[in-house]
């Protein structure tokens, strides 16, 4: 059964910053997906990856697959940004395994 | 279009009564999926359609009966909810298929009082 483990579980950070999250998980995938939930409730989906980098604006996610382990990275960080950011996997199972997310407030 | 739309957003509804969480896409995807999420918690999976039929039910107590009626549609009919059933019901569409793209909706809020 796959594990994913996000960290940290908490992030404050200054406006402007450059913020990382990690996500490991425990056995092969075939997709990592990075979300964001607003505290309104609805889930974007930002990212998937099967390897490499993905650049959308000031969000940059990348992938290991050999170290089963990928960050998202947010380039000058703006208080908008605030939000749960949450590491899911697909795999064989078709359905996604959650991290348990990290929380994230950018403080003006 | 990448929207999935979820209606109502906020429902309020006693153990006694039947109501409905609706969800509705139009990109073509032909998996579709109920998750619940309660407070600080990742979402759960409960149900999966694959081409409107029944692929995945993880144990989910029979008060909850999911229904496709055509590949844009997805209903989640409540029935004698518990108040722990009170949580965030999330709706998503994919292609069927590994490794793709999930779109959820916006969420309904469901109190159970």
């Known amino acids: 059964k796959n594990e994913v483990e996000q960290s940290p579980q908490n992030l404050t950070a200054q406006e402007g910053e450059f913020i990382t999250i990690n996500c490991s998980y425990s056995?092969?995938?075939?997709?990592l997906h990075w979300l964001q939930q607003h505290p309104g409730g609805g889930i974007v989906s930002l990212f998937m990856l099967s390897s490499g980098k993905k650049k959308h604006g000031r969000l940059i996610a990348t992938i290991n697959i050999q170290e089963k382990h990928s960050s998202l990275h947010i380039t000058a960080s703006h208080p908008r940004d605030s939000a749960v950011y949450i590491c899911?996997?697909?795999?064989?199972?078709?359905?996604?395994?959650f991290g348990s997310g990290t929380q994230l407030t950018v403080l003006p | 279009d990448t929207e999935v739309t979820q209606t109502p957003k906020h429902l309020v509804m006693g153990m006694t009564n039947k109501k409905s969480l609706k969800c509705e896409q139009h990109?073509?995807?032909?998996?579709m999926y109920w998750y619940k999420q309660k407070a600080k918690k990742p979402p759960e999976l409960m149900f999966v359609?694959?081409?409107?039929?029944l692929s995945i039910n993880e144990s989910v107590p029979s008060r909850f009966s999911p229904e496709c009626p055509n590949s844009s549609l997805l209903n989640l009919h409540l029935h004698a909810l518990q108040p722990e059933d009170s949580a965030l019901y999330l709706c998503a569409s994919s292609q069927w298929g590994f490794g793709n793209t999930i779109y959820f909706g916006e969420g309904s809020w469901l109190t159970v009082v």
């Open positions: 359609y694959s081409y409107e039929k």
């Open positions: 990109m073509g995807h032909r998996a």
């Open positions: 899911a996997t697909s795999g064989s199972a078709r359905q996604l395994t």
């Open positions: 056995v092969g995938i075939s997709a």
